[in-house]
């Protein structure tokens, strides 16, 4: 009897030490879940952040004042504007007989 005895007692605290051990491990894991999840948070606010960020530069004054700053862009006026005429296919190829050296 006191071999069943201690054969028992190993057992309970063979469970009890396992017991402690997995309490442990999903201690552990929940704290791992809870450092990812305020990451997550902390990346979507980036996110959201820089999306607002981004319409804020797109609009069509900032982008004006970009073109004129950096690029020198200016507005077209009828001064500097080039108009092109249409040619049609027939209208070229009658010109180009004309010119033919006959």
């Known amino acids: 009897m006191g071999r069943l005895n201690f054969v028992l007692l190993l057992a309970v605290l063979a469970s009890a030490l396992y017991l402690v ?29 820089l999306k607002v960020e981004k319409r804020a530069e797109a609009t069509p004054l900032k982008i004006e004042k ?12 009828p001064a500097i504007t080039e108009y092109v005429k249409y040619k049609s296919a027939a209208d070229v190829a009658a010109a180009a007989v004309q010119k033919a050296p006959q």
């Open 21 to 49: 051990k997995t309490q442990y491990e999903s201690r552990r894991l929940y704290v791992e879940l809870e450092k990812a999840a305020a990451q997550s948070r902390k990346i979507e606010t980036e996110n959201d952040r």
């Open 66 to 77: 970009l073109a004129k700053d950096r690029l020198l862009m200016r507005t077209t006026t």
